[in-house]
């Protein structure tokens, strides 16, 4: 079995960060899973920064700027993830990528190398359900899963895509943008079990879950938690001290116990 499905299949609580690779640079990138790993995190969302994150809020559209000026790439990610696996560090990671860079690199080259180098699923936010078949073929060829991203809108769609999932399905929490947000859009609760009905795999929400309640909520629901923008924000803060090896366990440190606050139960 895929290790995002046994991930997601044997824990009922799913805590899926999201970070973007290169941010502030790929060295610290390393650390940072190990640190999300301990934290508790069943799956790691890997972002390659764009330069065009259309789906992105200003939080993570900044962290993507700052990994573009490293000079990060898709080939730089997929060389990342090896040595996060040479490392030791085995959590399963999907790797985040806008449709651009995975078509500019190959799309086979792409899934093969990344799943070489140890990926074990893809999201691509820009590649609409309807015209993934070949990227979905692709990734299975490689024991890959690729997750599928439902939003709150038509139900018939949602149920349409919710039934072919692999993995997880990702639900996005309200139309937009990333980034931290306080309540919900309010058809919320309908649109997500609509896709739990249909959905032959688990649930995980996304899009401004960014406090210890939200994510309390959501497992209490049932529903795994997908953070990103605010852990990003954590980053940024302590970016600085992150690029000085002198610093770096203690900003670690300290980033470890701001994720381990968010899903203290
Ligand atoms: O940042 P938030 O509001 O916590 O939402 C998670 C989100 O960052 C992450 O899953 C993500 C990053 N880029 C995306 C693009 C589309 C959908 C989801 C994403």
Not at 4 to 16: D, G, K, R, S, Y
Not at 134 to 157: D, F
């Amino acid at each position: 079995m895929n290790r995002v499905e046994a991930a997601a299949n044997t824990n009922n609580q799913l805590f899926i960060p999201y970070i973007v690779a290169g941010d502030p640079t790929i060295e610290v990138t390393i650390d940072l899973a190990r640190v999300l790993e301990e934290s508790g995190a069943h799956i790691l969302e890997l972002g390659v920064p764009y330069s065009d994150p259309l789906a992105d809020g200003p939080v993570i559209q900044a962290a993507a700027n700052r990994s573009l000026q490293e000079g990060t790439s898709l080939q730089t990610v997929i060389d990342t993830v090896r040595q996060i696996r040479a490392a030791g560090i085995r959590i399963p990671i999907v790797l985040f990528c806008y449709v651009n860079p995975i078509l500019k690199y190959g799309l086979h080259d792409a899934v093969k190398a990344a799943s070489e180098a140890g990926v074990d699923g893809w999201l691509v936010p820009d590649l609409p359900y309807e015209e993934n078949d070949e990227m979905k073929k692709t990734c299975n060829e490689y024991g890959n899963v690729l997750i599928s991203l439902v939003a709150p809108t038509s139900n018939e769609r949602v149920k349409r895509i919710a039934k072919e999932a692999q993995g997880f399905l990702y639900c996005v929490s309200s139309l937009g943008v990333t980034g931290v947000r306080e309540e919900f859009d309010h058809r919320l609760d309908t649109f997500i079990t609509a896709a739990s009905e249909s959905s032959s795999v688990p649930l995980a929400v996304g899009f401004g879950v960014s406090k210890r309640e939200h994510v309390a909520r959501l497992h209490t629901q049932g529903y795994g938690a997908v953070v990103g923008s605010r852990i990003v924000k954590e980053i940024e803060k302590y970016e600085t001290m992150l690029r000085d090896p002198n610093q770096r366990s203690k900003a670690l440190l300290q980033i470890k116990t701001f994720v381990q606050s968010l899903v203290s139960s």
